[in-house]
């Protein structure tokens, strides 16, 4: 390479034009192998040299904290650090680098030899978003050096003020990731030191002498002493034992963090499952609360007109035909009040049923004929023609038999008392797939469009058949379709005013284990 072309690069760059191939890390992984290396040197026992420009932030400080602290022997630490604009925020930095405790327990033991120096870079610096880890000893040299990319942001403060503050990698771990490149050849390394030296000494830098003596060193005494590195010969060759020390402390950090994320992930899992499950008991507990309110709701209105009905039946000058008329109130409203008790206690009790009962097979021919029957008089002195049609053949279902025939007579009950005189209400039982089909179809009042997605809500109750007829609970069809949901069924509804009403309910056709099949 063109020396003077090496000395136009910072330091990342000079690697990368050496034939060394930069790789993308997040600055999570940049720290924990420069932890590694300081681990490594923390077991040499002979003079080390480290030049070092690492972010700012408590996690890189302990770092910077042990690189000072290394074994007694000689050692020196140069560290850079990008110039701040304001003066009271560059001395935050030097004090946020330097520990006064680790300095005092470094400068006891420094020998004349050692170094510990910060050196504050000028803002228009080739070393503005370079980071590097540079280690020089008998038996082990390495070479990191790793750039920050250049943001849109980072452009345009560039062209205008100068951002020349190190922000702390944590911040900007979502944000950028870090070109890396590293050399263990000690002539690179050597190439890398003549690069700082150049640098240093074409630059405007102003530097701290931590160890400062009466007659403290110039900065260019300081940078003699790097070109004494820079054209040492022989050069000095990394130990292959410290080598795959090295490798391995890398080896055994990524398993650590790799179980250490696994874990976080199952914590992440678990915390999902349980925010699903505490999302679902507030739910669960709110739709309580509006039940139980709506419940005092639909109780309060047949209590408040029987309180007025015995009020008015109170008083002397009442006709008989008025009287009459404020008895059937109260006989209406004592049937709404009983309704609506019963209709509470088998929604409560679905739940406790469920989990005590299992589904039985059981044949529609068992059970729609006798609800028919029951309700034929009740159609035929309305005016209305009740039928139903159960081919003989069909597999049984999987239900219980007091939820199947609560479903038929729910759906039977409303298609007689919404369909007028001369009307008619018939079910149908057909197979489809794995499930039986039965559709309860009616020539009623029918059902205004908007209203069908509402009408399987609890209290519900179709405004203008309300109107009509309110003595219904309006828990009759929830309760339905609780039931079908419980056995793996569903419902759907077709309708439209003045039209009628199609029900379709599927039931689940009942599979039977080998040894439960009836025989043939």
Not at 118 to 146: K, M, P, Y
Not at 287 to 308: C, H, W, Y
Not at 416 to 435: E, H, N
Request: hydrophobic fraction near 35%; aromatic fraction near 6%; glycine fraction near 6%.
């Amino acid at each position: 390479m063109n020396a003077s072309l090496a000395f136009e690069l910072s330091p990342h760059d000079f690697l990368v034009k050496t034939d060394i191939s930069p790789i993308q890390v997040s600055p999570n992984t940049f720290k924990g192998f420069i932890a590694n290396q300081v681990d490594l040197l923390m077991s040499l026992e002979t003079p080390v040299v480290i030049w070092a420009k690492l972010p700012r932030g408590e996690s890189w400080q302990g770092e910077i904290d042990r690189c000072i602290a290394l074994s007694e022997g000689a050692r020196s630490l140069f560290l850079f650090r990008n110039t701040l604009e304001e003066t009271n925020d560059e001395q935050a930095a030097v004090q946020e680098v330097l520990n006064p405790l680790v300095v005092d327990s470094y400068r006891h033991h420094a020998t004349s030899q050692d170094r510990l120096v910060t050196l504050h870079l000028a803002g228009d610096t080739l070393l503005r978003r370079e980071f590097f880890f540079i280690v020089w000893s008998d038996q082990f040299c390495n070479g990191v050096c790793a750039q920050r990319s250049r943001s849109k942001r980072g452009n345009e403060s560039s062209e205008g003020e100068h951002d020349t503050s190190d922000p702390p990698i944590e911040a900007s771990e979502k944000r950028n990731q870090l070109s890396l490149a590293h050399t263990l050849d000690p002539s690179r390394i050597q190439q890398l030191l003549l690069r700082l030296e150049t640098l240093v000494r074409s630059s405007s830098f102003e530097f701290t002498d931590h160890l400062a003596t009466e007659s403290p060193c110039t900065l260019l005494q300081i940078v003699d002493q790097w070109h004494t590195y820079g054209t040492q010969q022989p050069l000095p060759m990394s130990s292959p034992q410290l080598v795959n020390q090295l490798l391995g402390k890398h080896l055994h950090r990524q398993e650590e963090l790799w179980q250490r994320s696994n874990t976080y992930r199952k914590q992440a899992e678990i915390v999902e499952v349980l925010q699903i499950q505490n999302e679902e008991l507030i739910n669960t507990v709110r739709a309580k609360d509006e039940f139980i309110s709506n419940v005092g709701q639909e109780l309060r209105t047949p209590l408040t007109n029987m309180k007025t009905a015995l009020t008015l039946l109170n008083s002397p000058n009442l006709k008989p035909p008025q009287r009459q008329r404020y008895m059937d109130l109260l006989v209406k409203e004592c049937d709404r009040q009983s309704s609506l008790i019963g209709s509470l206690l088998d929604l409560v009790s679905l739940d406790q049923m469920a989990e005590r009962q299992t589904l039985q097979p059981i044949s529609l021919s068992e059970v729609v004929p006798g609800v028919v029957s029951t309700y034929q008089p009740l159609a035929e002195e309305k005016g209305v023609r009740l039928a139903y049609t159960v081919p003989e053949g069909l597999p049984a279902i999987a239900c219980l038999n007091p939820w199947l025939r609560q479903i038929v007579v729910s759906l039977l009950h409303n298609g007689i008392k919404f369909t007028p005189r001369g009307g008619q209400v018939w079910v149908k039982a057909k197979q489809q797939g794995d499930y039986i089909q039965l559709e309860f179809r009616d020539t009623g009042v029918g059902i205004p469009v908007q209203e069908i997605p509402k009408i399987f809500d609890r209290f519900y109750r179709v405004r203008q058949i309300a109107m009509e007829d309110p003595g219904g609970a309006g828990l009759g069809l929830t309760i339905v379709q609780q039931l079908l949901l419980r056995c793996g069924g569903s419902i759907s509804v077709k309708s439209r005013p003045n039209d009628g009403s199609i029900f379709n309910v599927l039931l689940p056709i009942y599979q039977y284990r080998d040894v439960d099949k009836p025989s043939e």
